[in-house]
C-alpha cells in the first residue's frame, strides 16, 4: 500500500516507519527542518529492544507536493484533534484528490468531522494503544507494545489490517467503530486532566480517597454518555477496557488500590498527555476533544457530565492563561471547591 502520513511525531513515526521497515510505500509532510533530518538521517525506531533505521521514505514541505507525488491509498491523520480542520483545509485547498483519511486520533469527533468535510466513506476510524515516546526528530520509543485497532467495513479495512500485521503492530478489527474509539476515550480520561491541573502523578491522584472519587466519576460519567449513545466498553488491544468499567461499579475501597496499582504505579514517572502539554507551555490541550467530548455528547442524549465540564473548563483556562496554574499546583482543595 502507499501511505502518506501528515506529520511525522511520535504516532505518525512509530506507525509510518514500522511499515516502511516491512517494505510498504510510505511518504510524510513535514516541516523544512524536521523534513532535512528525516531526510537525511531517516527513521529510527527502537522496539522490542532493537534499533532500527529507515531511509526509504519521501519527505514534502508542501501537501501539494506530496499529493502530486501520489496517488496514495490512504492519508494517515495521528494530529492532534485541535489540528484536524486545519489539516482537512489545507489538503483541499490544493486542489488535489484528497485519498481516503485514516484517523488514528484520540477523541470521537474527527471522524465525523472528515466525513462532513471530504464525505461518507472517505474516513476510516482507528486508534493506537501502544505507548510511545519521541525522543528526537523522527526518533521513537515502544515503551509498551500494545497495539493498533482499525475499524472493519470500509474497502480498505482488510488491506490495512494486513499491512500492519505484516509491520507487527499488532493490529485487531473492530466491526463497531462507535465503541472501540469512545472506549480508547475511556482510557485517556484515566487521570488525565486531574493530573494536569494539580501538577500530580496519576499514583498520586489515585492515593487520595477524594481524588479517587473524582476519577470514579469522570469514567462514570462518560460510561453514561456511552450508553445513552449505544456504544459499549470493549477491550483494545492489550487495554482490558471493560475490566476498566467493571471497576467503577465497585466501591471506591476495593477498587482504589487496584486502580492505583494498574493505573497509577504501572506508569513510573511518566505524566498523561495533558500534564505535557500544559506544563509545556505549548497553551492547549486536547481537553476540549475528550472530556469535553463526554460534556457534549451527553448534553445531546440528556446525560449530564458535570465532573467533565468542570475540568474541562479549568484545564482551559489554566492553559489559555486565564487561571493561575499556581493556584491548583498541589492543591486538591481548589479544584474540589469547584467540584
Given at each position: 500500500?502507499?501511505?502518506?502520513?501528515?506529520?511525522?511525531?511520535?504516532?505518525?513515526?512509530?506507525?509510518?516507519?514500522?511499515?516502511?521497515?516491512?517494505?510498504?510505500?510510505?511518504?510524510?509532510?513535514?516541516?523544512?527542518?524536521?523534513?532535512?533530518?528525516?531526510?537525511?538521517?531517516?527513521?529510527?525506531?527502537?522496539?522490542?529492544?532493537?534499533?532500527?533505521?529507515?531511509?526509504?521514505?519521501?519527505?514534502?514541505?508542501?501537501?501539494?507536493?506530496?499529493?502530486?507525488?501520489?496517488?496514495?491509498?490512504?492519508?494517515?491523520?495521528?494530529?492532534?484533534?485541535?489540528?484536524?480542520?486545519?489539516?482537512?483545509?489545507?489538503?483541499?485547498?490544493?486542489?488535489?484528490?484528497?485519498?481516503?483519511?485514516?484517523?488514528?486520533?484520540?477523541?470521537?469527533?474527527?471522524?465525523?468531522?472528515?466525513?462532513?468535510?471530504?464525505?461518507?466513506?472517505?474516513?476510516?476510524?482507528?486508534?493506537?494503544?501502544?505507548?510511545?515516546?519521541?525522543?528526537?526528530?523522527?526518533?521513537?520509543?515502544?515503551?509498551?507494545?500494545?497495539?493498533?485497532?482499525?475499524?472493519?467495513?470500509?474497502?480498505?479495512?482488510?488491506?490495512?489490517?494486513?499491512?500492519?500485521?505484516?509491520?507487527?503492530?499488532?493490529?485487531?478489527?473492530?466491526?463497531?467503530?462507535?465503541?472501540?474509539?469512545?472506549?480508547?476515550?475511556l482510557t485517556n480520561l484515566t487521570g488525565n486532566a486531574t493530573s494536569a491541573i494539580l501538577d500530580l502523578s496519576v499514583e498520586e491522584l489515585f492515593a487520595d480517597p477524594r481524588l479517587c472519587d473524582v476519577e470514579l466519576a469522570v469514567l462514570r460519567e462518560c460510561l453514561a454518555v456511552m450508553d445513552a449513545v449505544g456504544a459499549r466498553p470493549v477491550d483494545l488491544p492489550g487495554t482490558p477496557v471493560r475490566a476498566l468499567a467493571l471497576a467503577t461499579r465497585l466501591p471506591r475501597r476495593v477498587v482504589q488500590p487496584i486502580l492505583r496499582r494498574a493505573l497509577g504505579a504501572g506508569r513510573g514517572d511518566k505524566m498523561p498527555s495533558f500534564h505535557i502539554d500544559l506544563h509545556s507551555g505549548r497553551g492547549r490541550t486536547e481537553v476540549e476533544w475528550l472530556n469535553g467530548a463526554v460534556v457534549r455528547h451527553g448534553a445531546e442524549v440528556g446525560v449530564a457530565a458535570p465532573v467533565n465540564a468542570v475540568l474541562t473548563r479549568t484545564l482551559t483556562d489554566l492553559a489559555e492563561g486565564r487561571a493561575s496554574v499556581e493556584r491548583f499546583r498541589r492543591n486538591p482543595d481548589a479544584l474540589l471547591a469547584l467540584l
Open positions: 500500500m502507499r501511505f502518506l502520513f501528515l506529520g511525522a511525531g511520535a504516532i505518525g513515526t512509530y506507525i509510518g516507519g514500522s511499515l516502511a521497515i516491512r517494505g510498504e510505500d510510505v511518504s510524510f509532510v513535514e516541516q523544512p527542518a524536521v523534513a532535512e533530518v528525516i531526510s537525511t538521517r531517516g527513521l529510527v525506531l527502537h522496539r522490542g529492544g532493537q534499533t532500527r533505521s529507515e531511509t526509504g521514505v519521501r519527505v514534502f514541505t508542501s501537501d501539494a507536493d506530496a499529493l502530486d507525488a501520489g496517488p496514495y491509498d490512504v492519508c494517515v491523520f495521528a494530529l492532534k484533534s485541535f489540528d484536524t480542520q486545519a489539516a482537512l483545509d489545507a489538503l483541499v485547498a490544493t486542489g488535489r484528490p484528497v485519498p481516503p483519511i485514516l484517523s488514528l486520533q484520540n477523541g470521537v469527533d474527527n471522524e465525523p468531522l472528515i466525513a462532513a468535510t471530504l464525505g461518507a466513506g472517505r474516513v476510516i476510524a482507528g486508534t493506537v494503544t501502544s505507548a510511545i515516546a519521541k525522543t528526537g526528530v523522527g526518533e521513537v520509543v515502544e515503551e509498551t507494545h500494545r497495539g493498533v485497532g482499525i475499524a472493519a467495513g470500509h474497502p480498505l479495512s482488510d488491506r490495512l489490517v494486513d499491512a500492519l500485521r505484516r509491520a507487527g503492530l499488532g493490529v485487531r478489527a473492530y466491526p463497531d467503530a462507535a465503541s472501540m474509539k469512545w472506549s480508547k476515550l
